[in-house]
């Protein structure tokens, strides 16, 4: 082969490896810092600007009022329904925050939608389960249903 080919392979072969060096970086950036919320979604107030008003969870007998850890390395962290949508997962931004290796930064979100509560995977790697069918859509869940993430067991409490 000619200089010029191993002068070209050589230039493939450096970009390549720069590439893999800026993905790894990239990866390690959202696990230690989260993921990048689009532009679209953020929202900024004045700092004296009212808060919006927070969608309040129904009231009635019988319906869910907290999220609870019931197995895992966070048994018995709890967060109550009436901040909904909950968020779960790794980051500090987490309503539940699960010391868990095969958890996402930001893994799954529980939220209402009238009387129901749903769970939705946020894209997480190792996936969202109800007993064991991994969920790929928003799916209702209502009181005692196991829901895992990880290694973590949650469900719906009164």
């Known amino acids: 082969m000619s ?3 191993y002068f070209l392979i050589r230039i493939a072969y450096l970009a390549i490896l ?4 800026l993905a790894a970086i990239s990866v390690i950036r959202s696990d230690m810092f989260g993921a990048r ?3 679209a979604q953020r929202t900024v107030r004045a700092p004296d600007a009212p808060k919006p008003p927070k969608q309040k969870a129904s009231k009635r007998r019988g319906s869910p009022t907290r999220v609870a850890v019931t197995q895992g390395s966070n048994t018995g962290a709890t967060a109550g329904l009436d901040r909904a949508p909950i ?3 790794r980051g500090t931004d987490a309503a539940i925050r699960l010391d868990d290796d095969y958890v996402s930064t930001r893994h799954a979100r529980i939220a209402a939608s009238g009387d129901q509560w749903f769970v939705e995977d946020l894209g997480s790697t190792n996936g969202t389960y109800i007993g064991s069918v991994r969920i790929t ?8 249903t196991q829901v895992r993430i990880g290694k ?3 469900e719906l409490q009164k």
């Not at 859509?137 to 005692?144: A, C, D, K, S």
Request: proline content about 8%.
């Open 3 to 5: 200089e010029l080919t």
């Open 37 to 39: 919320v689009p532009e």
């Open 87 to 89: 968020l779960i997962g």
């Open 137 to 144: 859509q928003p799916t209702t869940i209502t009181l005692g």
């Open 152 to 154: 973590t067991i949650l």
């Open 18 to 21: 720069w590439i893999f060096v």
